[in-house]
């Protein structure tokens, strides 16, 4: 039971199929299975959180997901967040200069558009939802400028 | 790294779950939530040959919260946990105040309540709070059937716990408290393992504190119930030399150990202040 | 790397226990985990399971009574042994001293385990020192139930380096 086996799951809205070994990460799964390499690959163990992805609508780390866990579930990435949330977090975090090298900057932003999303308050998202992170370039002080100007601009709370 | 090699199973029942569990050899794990099993498969520190998903299994994630207690499937992610109870004005405030400190939103998505006890990391918050507030776990076997365990019990030592082999943990519950309870620790950055956390609880009539818990985590090999140091307030007057006592009591009862992330002293020390500060959350008595 | 100190004591006269003590292969089923593959003059050729949570270790390998004396009922035993999926490495010494006490015979265990590899470097601080700790009260509980029950044997002490 070590050998391959089919998992079907939706990624970004498409249904999509792999036959992988049950030992393969989800990051893996995105990243060499589906080509979606978006998410990056920082610790493989839960620390950095730059491998965030969205798992049924709430953040995640792939790296800490095997591929069969995500049997049937709805997978979204970087590369596939749309919608006035999206829109806001990019906007920001370009205007901010809010990234330089811009590894960590995928799994931030898929945090962010869900705190936004869920309607979370922007002391939380700084705090919290971004203490998920782990940003070696910015010191994160652009970062906490975009989501003030991001959170201002979606008028929540 | 990447996980080695295993043989996956993901049974559709808790029956096939402890049919499995039973047959396969020592060397299988259960998976849950796997925030803390997964880091350990990608770092090949753990290499079971066997894993078994419980993520099928229906009937684990549940929990219900009333004015008799609390009652959590194994299965309850952290985060669905947490806001079961900030919307619930009958679970205790130590256990709201503990699930937020476990590691950051996007792992409390997906950890489990089970996966975090049966798992008895000596840093971690909620075996803390089963202990000071007397919880029980239940556990089942193919062969034994149903038993329960009082949290005390349960913890038996660094990632060891009352669980056999062949048991899974399939619910966890709290009795209610009567009191104000409060949850404190200490970490380098929020989010990070605790270094020292402590879970109070006590009934004030006024400023006298009466059926007072004390249990911590991050001082030993497993959280412990603070005996003696309740025993320093219990049936009295909290103030601010009372609570210093407190604390001196705090410090002298654990026996930490020192590892690369803090000092016994330090974490000794840093004991007492937890417990004063929880305190003092609970009375208003400054610290 | 995990010194473990234990002293128990059992209802036997000392004679009675220093011999026990020489019968390695009848003391094997007291260490849970072990088995006795091979035994040669003093040296013995055995595995060792030891599992603490997920992580769990087979290590195969050697023992060998390297001192003993009769006299003082002291020996020395040293052991080492290879986890080879894991790539752990692992070695021990003990060390154990007998002497008459009214109820019958106090033995004092020493033992010093030491672990190399990944379970060394990744492993919670604190698990080694756990592991061998829960291995000697093990064995020094099983000991005693063998020899007949003297008083409980405390938990045993254990020291850590960081």
Redesign the interface.
């Known amino acids: 039971m070590t050998e391959a086996r089919r998992i079907r799951l939706t990624v970004n809205g498409r249904p999509r199929e792999v036959e992988v070994e049950p030992r393969t990460l989800l990051s893996d799964v995105l990243r060499h299975h589906l080509g979606l390499t978006g998410t990056h690959v920082g610790c493989e163990q839960g620390s950095c959180g730059s491998c965030t992805i969205l798992f049924d609508g709430a953040p995640a780390r792939s790296c800490l997901v095997l591929a069969p866990q995500a049997e049937g579930a709805h997978i979204e990435t970087v590369e596939g967040l749309a919608g006035p949330e999206a829109e806001a977090i990019r906007r920001a975090m370009h205007e901010a200069h809010a990234l330089q090298c811009g590894f960590c900057t995928a799994g931030i932003v898929v945090s962010l558009v869900s705190a936004l999303r869920d309607g979370i308050g922007q002391d939380e998202a700084a705090e919290q939802v971004l203490g998920g992170h782990l940003c070696r370039c910015t010191g994160y002080v652009n970062i906490r400028k975009a989501i003030t100007a991001a959170w201002k601009q979606g008028a929540n709370p | 790294m990447k996980p080695a090699p295993f043989d996956y199973f993901d049974p559709s029942s808790l029956q096939e779950a402890l049919e499995l569990l039973a047959d396969l050899s020592w060397d299988a794990s259960l998976l849950a939530g796997g925030q803390s099993l997964i880091p350990m498969l990608n770092m090949r520190i753990a290499r079971p040959s066997a894993l078994i998903d419980l993520r099928r299994v229906p009937g684990l994630d549940r929990s219900d919260i009333g004015a008799d207690g609390i009652r959590i499937g194994a299965m309850v992610r952290a985060a669905s946990l947490e806001r079961s109870v900030a919307s619930s004005d009958s679970a205790p405030t130590c256990l709201r105040q503990a699930l937020r400190e476990i590691g950051h939103p996007q792992i409390r998505n997906r950890t489990t309540i089970g996966g975090n006890l049966a798992h008895a990391d000596p840093a971690s918050e909620l075996p803390a709070v089963f202990v000071a507030l007397g919880g029980t776990m239940t556990l089942v076997s193919k062969d034994r059937g149903e038993r329960s365990v009082p949290a005390e019990e349960f913890f038996q030592g660094v990632f060891s716990t009352a669980r056999e082999p062949d048991e899974i943990l399939v619910e966890a519950s709290l009795p209610t408290y009567p009191g104000r309870t409060a949850f404190v620790e200490v970490a380098r950055r929020p989010g990070d393992f605790s270094l020292v956390g402590a879970c109070v609880a006590a009934v004030l009539e006024e400023l006298v504190a009466r059926e007072v818990r004390i249990a911590m985590c991050g001082t030993g090999d497993r959280p412990r119930r603070l005996r003696e140091a309740e025993a320093v307030i219990e049936g009295a007057v909290l103030s601010a030399e009372r609570l210093r006592e407190l604390a001196d009591a705090v410090s002298a009862g654990v026996q930490p150990r020192s590892d690369l992330h803090a000092s016994d002293e330090y974490r000794r020390a840093v004991a007492g202040v937890m417990v004063r500060r929880a305190l003092e959350r609970i009375s208003g008595v400054p610290s | 790397m995990a010194e473990i100190t234990q002293t128990f004591d059992v209802s036997a006269p000392t004679p009675i226990v220093w011999a026990a003590l020489q019968d390695v292969p009848a003391l094997v089923p007291c260490m849970p985990g072990a088995a006795l593959l091979q035994v040669d003059g003093d040296t013995y050729i055995g595995r060792l ?1 030891v ?6 270790a087979e290590f195969e390998g050697t023992a060998r009574v390297v001192e003993r004396d009769e006299a003082r009922h002291r020996a020395r035993i040293e052991a080492s042994g290879v986890d080879r ?2 790539g752990n490495r692992g070695s021990a010494s003990v060390e154990y001293q007998l002497s008459p006490v009214d109820a019958g015979t106090r033995v004092a265990l020493l033992a010093d385990y030491r672990l190399r590899g ?2 060394a470097q ?6 080694i ?2 592991m061998s700790a ?1 291995l000697t009260r093990e064995f020094a509980e099983c000991l005693r139930h063998r020899l007949g029950e003297g008083t409980a044997s405390e938990p045993p002490r254990s020291e ?1 380096e ?1």
């Not at chain 3, 599992?51 to 769990?56: E, F, L, Q, T």
Request: proline content about 14%; cysteine-free.
């Open positions: 399971r599992k603490v949570g997920p992580i769990a999926r894991g990944p379970m990744f492993g919670r601080t604190g698990l020192a756990d829960k850590e960081p």
